[in-house]
């Protein structure tokens, strides 16, 4: 996967296409990120034992999206990823955009 946690990301499809913000989880299996900000959710929760000293009620919280559905941000703009080897045979993730390091 091209996008990794802390990454500035921009949503291209969805509810909350043009909004921008950090991935603050990534999911490889499910190919799926929780982005800061977008995305938001209403969970209902319940007070019980476990949650000791915690109430119950409503609680907004991020849900997860589809990678594919945000893309990494180069001044200001959706820009694609791709891998470059360097000479010493480290991989380094690079802008499609302006073939620069991310």
Known sequence: ?????????????????????????????????VVEGV??????IKADAQRAGKESGRVQVE????????ALVEDGKPVRAGFRINEDGSKVRISRRSGKEI
């Open 1 to 33: 996967m091209k996008i990794k946690k802390g990454d500035e990301v921009v949503v291209i499809a969805g509810k909350d296409k043009g909004a921008t913000g950090k991935v603050l989880r990534v999911d490889v299996r499910a190919e799926r990120v």
């Open 63 to 70: 849900a997860p999206l589809h990678v594919s559905n945000v």
């Open 39 to 44: 995305n938001i959710m209403t969970k209902n």
